[in-house]
């Protein structure tokens, strides 16, 4: 698969599932990547790797920090389906990344990574046709944090998005 049919799939996926929060363990699944709760210290978020055992038919699997809050275990699932979709030839033994998202490949790389994030959890119609909602209501409706939001609203005007 490559990175055009993945943005497809993910596409295809949001315009079926419109009313939100956004199923990001139904959106992993539905590219082939099982998902995995972790036992980690809290400055680890996640990992994406190869995994023949665990992996799903794309051959890949997801581990969040179980110890993380429901809208960052959320959001670290999102950042790492967008290494998949995005980065899966830049994956090699599995990207590690620690609590700020940083995983040792080049910062613009990861900040794609968030951007796709941010896309998947906080769909630009939907997010464009509520701006009259408080940050409060955006986030409980998209069941992200505060902060997330906020960064998207900063965004939502410069349309840079993956997924339209
Ligand atoms: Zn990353």
């Given at each position: 698969?490559?990175?055009?049919?993945?943005?497809?799939?993910?596409?295809?996926?949001m315009s079926m599932h419109e009313t939100p929060p956004i199923n990001v363990v139904g959106l992993a699944n539905r590219l082939?990547?099982?998902?995995?709760?972790?036992?980690?210290?809290?400055?680890?978020?996640?990992?994406?790797?190869?995994?023949?055992?665990?992996?799903?038919?794309?051959?890949?699997?997801?581990?969040?920090?179980?110890?993380?809050?429901?809208?960052?275990?959320?959001?670290?699932?999102?950042?790492?389906?967008?290494?998949?979709?995005?980065?899966?030839?830049?994956?090699?033994d599995g990207v590690f990344d620690d609590a700020l998202y940083r995983s040792g490949l080049p910062n613009k790389i990861e900040?794609?990574?968030?951007?796709?994030?941010?896309?998947?959890?906080?769909?630009?119609?939907?997010?464009?046709?509520?701006?009259?909602?408080?940050?409060?209501?955006?986030?409980?409706?998209?069941?992200?944090?505060?902060?997330?939001?906020?960064?998207?609203?900063?965004?939502?005007?410069?349309?840079?998005?993956?997924?339209?």
């Amino acid at each position: 698969m490559d990175m055009r049919e993945k943005l497809q799939i993910v596409g295809l996926y949001m315009s079926m599932h419109e009313t939100p929060p956004i199923n990001v363990v139904g959106l992993a699944n539905r590219l082939g990547i099982k998902v995995y709760e972790a036992d980690w210290p809290s400055t680890i978020s996640g990992k994406i790797q190869k995994d023949r055992e665990k992996g799903g038919h794309s051959g890949f699997a997801i581990f969040v920090n179980k110890s993380h809050s429901r809208n960052r275990r959320r959001f670290t699932i999102a950042h790492e389906v967008a290494h998949f979709v995005l980065h899966e030839d830049l994956i090699g033994d599995g990207v590690f990344d620690d609590a700020l998202y940083r995983s040792g490949l080049p910062n613009k790389i990861e900040q794609q990574a968030n951007g796709l994030a941010a896309d998947i959890l906080m769909p630009y119609q939907i997010v464009q046709a509520n701006l009259d909602m408080s940050i409060d209501a955006l986030a409980d409706m998209f069941d992200v944090s505060t902060a997330a939001i906020t960064a998207r609203l900063s965004t939502v005007s410069s349309a840079g998005s993956f997924v339209s």
